[in-house]
């Protein structure tokens, strides 16, 4: 079942601006990670958030989480050409189920040179 | 090095013809899967794994089937292939359920 759903499905700026996409995910989780994908290649995860941390920095990455409206924002700010790339949020859930992860369909984002 | 390997790359076979990809992580991972990933419809789960043999099905397990005898290994077995399996597959590999993943390069597979 799909649970995240990213937004926008795709994304074009310029090198240097910063990116900014939304996940929005419909029942309770643990926690939610971000992953990239470059053109067919396998998923990289780039940070986990807690159900009980609000917001969390990585290098260039800034994610934020507000589980009471169900949604999630990774921010990429500088952005370079190698940031061109799809980007997934995953979700587990809080139910105790094992069925891993559940990914959204992510936004292809693009930087212009 | 860490990582999930997965064979082929790249596969292209008939309908009904009975394949194996195979997946093998050096991380000592308790959990493992087995995605698909199709045009508009994002990763979906085939089958999980939380350890020896246990595993359970995913979203979209039909057609499909697994096995986990060893902790590296998950192979995912298509008995019989059929066009609509026609898809990019990976396998991923966490500590537990639920935490980082790490997945492998992808097996492009094509069933004519």
């Known amino acids: 079942s799909q649970q995240g759903e990213e937004d926008p499905q795709a994304l074009s700026i310029q090198e240097g601006e910063n990116a900014t996409m939304n996940c929005s995910y419909k029942?309770?989780?643990?926690?939610l990670q971000w992953y990239r994908q470059n053109s067919g290649r396998g998923l990289v995860h780039l940070i986990l958030?807690?159900?009980?941390?609000r917001e969390k920095h990585s290098g260039r990455l800034r994610v934020t989480l507000d589980t009471s409206k169900k949604s999630s924002s990774l921010l990429i700010t500088a952005s370079r050409a190698a940031d061109t790339a799809s980007y997934f949020c995953?979700?587990?859930?809080?139910?105790?189920?094992?069925?891993?992860?559940?990914f959204g369909k992510g936004t292809h984002l693009i930087i212009q040179p | 090095e860490a990582q999930v390997t997965q064979n082929p790359r790249y596969l292209i076979t008939v309908t009904g013809k009975k394949l194996t990809v195979t997946c093998s992580q050096n991380?000592?991972?308790?959990?493992m899967s087995w995605y698909r990933q199709d045009p508009g419809l994002g990763l979906r789960q085939i089958y999980y794994?939380?350890?020896?043999?246990?595993?359970d099905k995913g979203d979209v397990p039909e057609g499909y089937k697994v096995s986990r005898k060893e902790k590296r290994n998950f192979p995912l077995i298509l008995e019989s292939p059929s066009p609509n399996q026609t898809s990019l597959y990976f396998c991923?590999?966490?500590?537990?359920?639920?935490?980082?993943?790490?997945f492998g390069q992808g097996t492009r597979l094509t069933v004519v």
């Open positions: 991923a590999s966490s500590p537990w359920w639920g935490t980082e993943a790490f």
């Open positions: 029942t309770s989780i643990n926690n």
């Open positions: 958030i807690r159900s009980n941390e």
């Open positions: 995953a979700t587990d859930g809080e139910g105790g189920g094992a069925d891993g992860l559940t």
């Open positions: 991380m000592n991972h308790e959990y």
């Open positions: 794994s939380m350890n020896v043999e246990v595993t």
